[in-house]
């Protein structure tokens, strides 16, 4: 059993934070439809029956293997291992299984050669989904070789902080707005978890150059519509899994213009980082190497009137 640790953030407290801004304002069709399969056909989903006879694997190793190859095979980018520490689950929570299998799923480039706007929204959502279906997929393998799991979706009520566990898991490094930057899929990817006891042998984190690129490159902090990413890193913010003092968002900045204007993600879209091998298009389709920008004017920071994790005010 693991607590989550003393220090580590609170979960995103979504309802207070959209109270904050006056509610949810953004209505997409093909949004909303997303939202009801992913919580009426997933969620029933996550759980399941143990098989009660074990398949042994001949080594930790090889049972790391076969649940790389599992992943991928159902549709995953990427995937790693990582054990899970009281940081890594968030304050308050429990959970009881030591291993988590970290996956990914890139988003499509072409979705977001304007940003924001619907279709960058969209894609953003129709991720989750297809990456709800593969960690519900392999949570439902896992238990079938005899070993208890927990769904952990890329969207909704998780235990356990995605970020940290796909850092420790080799999936890349901290960037200067907060999401990893992969080495090849560079930002435009999204996260979701199984958690199980199966014993599994982990993986590495990684080190790139990719911060050092970061401390450099300031396009997100640029183009940022909310002003929300910092000059620079903060000690107050903790360590990343290089021991570099973290970027920390201005949440309260952030999270206005992410509620009223198609959810932005004009962060991830205007990274730079090895551009040109994670903004190709390799299925025929067209697409520019940076996005046209369609940002609206920020409304003014909020900070709701609940528990939140640390953020930085940032110029206020």
Not at 8 to 19: E, K, L, M, N, R
Not at 219 to 231: F, L, S, T
């Amino acid at each position: 059993m693991i607590h989550g640790s003393s220090t580590s953030p609170i979960a995103f407290q979504w309802d207070a934070w959209y109270a904050s801004v006056g509610g949810r304002s953004i209505h997409i069709a093909e949004v909303d439809e997303y939202l009801k399969q992913i919580r009426d056909y997933q969620y029933p989903r996550f759980t399941g029956e143990v098989n009660p006879q074990k398949t042994l694997f001949a080594s930790n190793q090889e049972a790391s293997q076969f649940i790389r190859n599992s992943a991928r095979s159902l549709g995953a980018d990427e995937v790693g291992i990582a054990m899970i520490e009281p940081s890594d689950v968030y304050k308050g929570r429990v959970i009881h299984e030591p291993f988590a299998i970290v996956v990914g799923q890139k988003m499509l480039w072409r979705e977001f050669q304007g940003v924001p706007n619907e279709r960058s929204a969209t894609e953003c959502l129709r991720i989750y989904f297809t990456l709800g279906e593969i960690v519900i997929a392999l949570a439902d393998q896992i238990r079938s070789l005899g070993y208890a799991c927990t769904v952990e979706h890329p969207i909704g009520d998780s235990d356990v902080l995605h970020v940290p566990l796909a850092l420790k898991a080799g999936f890349g490094e901290l960037g200067r707005h907060g999401s990893i930057i992969h080495p090849k899929m560079g930002p435009l990817f999204r996260l979701g978890s199984v958690i199980t006891n199966m014993p599994l042998a982990i993986d590495a984190p990684i080190d790139a150059g990719i911060a050092k690129f970061c401390d450099t490159c300031k396009a997100c902090r640029i183009y940022c519509p909310a002003d929300a990413i910092p000059d620079e890193r903060s000690n107050e913010a903790g360590k990343d899994h290089l021991g570099n003092d973290r970027y920390m968002v201005d949440t309260g900045r952030c999270f206005p213009y992410f509620a009223k204007d198609h959810y932005c993600s004009a962060c991830l879209a205007v990274c730079v980082y090895n551009h040109k091998e994670w903004a190709r298009d390799f299925e025929g389709f067209t697409t520019k190497l940076f996005p046209d920008l369609q940002l609206k004017e920020a409304p003014e920071p909020v900070d709701p009137d609940a528990e939140t994790h640390w953020y930085p005010l940032r110029k206020r």
